[in-house]
């Protein structure tokens, strides 16, 4: 569990680090801006080690006649994409390459000496799965949204282990550089919870990290081809 920072919290501990409390040389509106640029730097840092802090999965169709998805409209990055079997069982699909685009068609499969399974690919805001006549079907994505930027001063964050500190330093740095007084002794805190973030990040689950999957002999003994 997380303990979440609102935005009144955040402004507050940023404008005593500045010594800025009393001060209207930063305005609200852009110390906002700062806040929002340093939430979606550490937002980034976060998904980048590849932990599921911000995971959500959605369900979607293929009707007939199509082969694409388009993408929710919060869409930041994919995690997978699920091929409902019907009775809760799902099919893990993976990504064809760009050059193995053509790879999938029917004359090509005809002179194929094995049989080709469903994957995917992102193109612009849709995900196209390949081969086309085998698309319809109910889908499952697991991705990372966009982070939300704040707003209103009840708008929170979540705080990991204290990861907040992250934004409160970045956003005094901005305060500060822009009135022109040192930042050194807080670019030297921003590199240490950046050190500290990026060695917790990694591993959620210290008991069972995680491993490199062997999706092919699994799928192939199930009568899934890749």
Not at 101 to 123: A, D, E, H, K, T
Request: proline fraction near 3%; aromatic fraction near 12%.
């Amino acid at each position: 569990m997380s303990n979440p920072v609102t935005l009144a919290q955040l402004r507050t501990r940023i404008r005593e680090r500045c010594d800025m409390e009393h001060s209207d040389f930063i305005s609200d509106s852009e110390l906002l801006t700062y806040i929002n640029q340093s939430y979606g730097e550490l937002y980034e840092i976060i998904v980048s080690r590849f932990s599921d802090y911000f995971t959500e999965d959605t369900a979607e169709t293929i009707a007939t006649g199509s082969s694409v998805i388009t993408l929710p409209t919060d869409f930041f990055k994919l995690k997978g994409v699920d091929k409902s079997l019907g009775g809760g069982d799902y099919q893990t699909l993976t990504q064809f390459r760009f050059n193995e685009r053509n790879s999938r068609n029917r004359n090509y499969r005809r002179l194929s000496q094995y049989p080709l399974g469903l994957q995917y690919r992102i193109v612009g805001n849709e995900i196209r799965i390949e081969p086309k006549d085998s698309a319809p079907g109910d889908y499952r994505l697991w991705y990372t949204p966009m982070f939300t930027k704040l707003v209103d001063e009840t708008d929170t964050i979540e705080d990991y282990n204290g990861w907040s500190e992250y934004v409160v330093i970045d956003a005094s740095i901005k305060c500060l550089a822009k009135e022109e007084s040192s930042t050194t002794h807080l670019m030297s805190e921003k590199k240490a919870i950046l050190e500290r973030i990026e060695e917790m990040a990694s591993d959620r689950d210290i008991g069972e990290p995680d491993r490199i999957s062997d999706t092919y002999s699994t799928d192939y003994d199930d009568g899934f081809y890749y």
